[in-house]
């Protein structure tokens, strides 16, 4: 043969490869199939002993309606090479009639619930658990990350499974709904949702947007209970602050939490907000949290 044969090093541990599958139903309580995309090791399905690996629920920004589980997955992908699952979760229209809020967020919690349910399948390690959000998704992922097991946003599915994360990275989303709520500066204007996010009487809609701002869980009573924090925002973003940011990172620091901030200069509400040395910042945070 006159061709030369290039010889590679085969990779019996599967490394950097990962398989894809959508659909997966975790929740069928409110009448409708809630389902993941799970984006997790190939290494799972073809090693004698089973490996285990860290866990990233993934909050795709969405408005608090349907999100769209593909729009990331890309990113996701890239994250199941270095070896993490990657769940992309999908929940309740809080928009529409469907169901108002918590209704996303105890869906997003019973999504963890799930996940640690079927560790074994997906070869969850469920001791290493983070969850990361963009916008809206980023405002459910400070939620949970500071209501660990509240029995005020659970529901009956998968219980005896804890919904604590390790860690939490937050993109561009309100971790104070309240002063969010009330943000008009020209410009700034999110009413169209707001309007629609916020039911029932003056009463009612005052204390559900205190019970949804996240800084309002955190104080130093409970520092042991926080998980590290990864929070960003953009400068030029149209609809959160930074003091969104700044904010809860001071809140977090002066409770004892582990918290990390930064600004993307001239980034905008998603859009130019992303980079690599912004996805670079996000992997480090999470290999340094949960391996």
Same mark, same amino acid.
């Given at each position: 043969?006159?061709?030369?044969?290039?010889?590679?090093?085969?990779?019996?541990?599967? =490394?950097?490869?990962?398989?894809? +599958?959508? %659909?997966?139903?975790?929740?069928?309580?409110?009448?409708?199939?809630?389902?993941?995309?799970?984006? !997790?090791?190939?290494?799972?399905?073809?090693?004698?002993?089973?490996?285990?690996?860290?866990?990233?629920?993934?909050?795709? %920004?969405? %408005?608090?309606?349907?999100?769209?589980?593909?729009?990331?997955?890309?990113?996701?992908?890239?994250?199941? *090479? @270095?070896?993490?699952?990657?769940?992309?979760?999908?929940?309740?229209?809080?928009?529409?009639? =469907?169901?108002?809020?918590?209704?996303?967020?105890? #869906?997003?919690? &019973?999504?963890? *619930?799930?996940?640690?349910?079927?560790?074994? /399948?997906?070869?969850?390690?469920? =001791? *290493?658990?983070?969850?990361?959000?963009?916008?809206?998704?980023?405002?459910? /992922?400070?939620?949970? %990350?500071?209501?660990?097991?509240?029995?005020?946003?659970?529901?009956?599915?998968?219980?005896?499974?804890?919904?604590?994360?390790?860690?939490?990275?937050? &993109?561009?989303?309100?971790?104070?709904?309240? /002063?969010? &709520?009330? !943000?008009?500066?020209?410009?700034?204007?999110? #009413?169209?949702? +707001?309007? +629609?996010?916020?039911?029932?009487?003056?009463?009612?809609?005052?204390?559900?947007?205190?019970?949804?701002? $996240?800084?309002?869980?955190?104080?130093?009573?409970?520092?042991?209970?926080?998980?590290?924090?990864?929070?960003?925002?953009?400068? $030029?973003?149209?609809?959160?602050?930074?003091?969104?940011?700044?904010?809860?990172?001071?809140?977090?620091?002066?409770?004892?939490?582990?918290?990390?901030?930064?600004?993307?200069?001239?980034?905008?509400?998603?859009?130019?907000?992303?980079?690599?040395?912004?996805?670079?910042?996000?992997?480090?945070?999470?290999?340094?949290?949960? @391996?």
């Amino acid at each position: 043969m006159s061709v030369k044969l290039e010889h590679f090093t085969n990779n019996p541990q599967l =490394e950097g490869m990962y398989q894809i +599958k959508s %659909g997966v139903v975790y929740s069928t309580q409110a009448g409708v199939e809630l389902t993941l995309t799970i984006a !997790y090791p190939w290494a799972t399905d073809h090693a004698e002993e089973k490996p285990s690996f860290p866990l990233v629920v993934f909050i795709p %920004g969405s %408005g608090w309606m349907t999100p769209d589980q593909g729009w990331q997955l890309p990113q996701m992908g890239e994250l199941a *090479r @270095r070896g993490f699952v990657v769940a992309t979760v999908g929940h309740r229209n809080c928009v529409t009639d =469907e169901a108002p809020l918590p209704a996303a967020l105890m #869906d997003v919690k &019973c999504a963890i *619930r799930y996940l640690r349910a079927h560790a074994a /399948a997906f070869g969850i390690d469920a =001791e *290493r658990v983070a969850v990361w959000g963009s916008s809206s998704g980023s405002h459910m /992922a400070q939620l949970v %990350g500071v209501t660990a097991d509240d029995p005020r946003f659970e529901t009956d599915e998968w219980a005896g499974f804890s919904d604590a994360v390790s860690a939490v990275v937050g &993109c561009f989303g309100p971790s104070d709904f309240e /002063a969010w &709520c009330d !943000y008009n500066e020209p410009g700034h204007d999110f #009413d169209p949702i +707001k309007g +629609k996010l916020l039911v029932g009487t003056v009463e009612e809609r005052r204390a559900m947007k205190s019970s949804l701002s $996240a800084i309002n869980y955190v104080n130093a009573e409970r520092s042991d209970a926080l998980p590290a924090f990864l929070l960003g925002v953009g400068t $030029a973003d149209p609809w959160i602050e930074v003091t969104q940011v700044t904010r809860m990172a001071d809140a977090l620091d002066a409770a004892g939490a582990d918290v990390q901030a930064f600004v993307v200069d001239g980034g905008l509400h998603e859009a130019s907000f992303w980079s690599q040395a912004v996805l670079d910042e996000i992997w480090a945070f999470l290999d340094s949290r949960l @391996r």
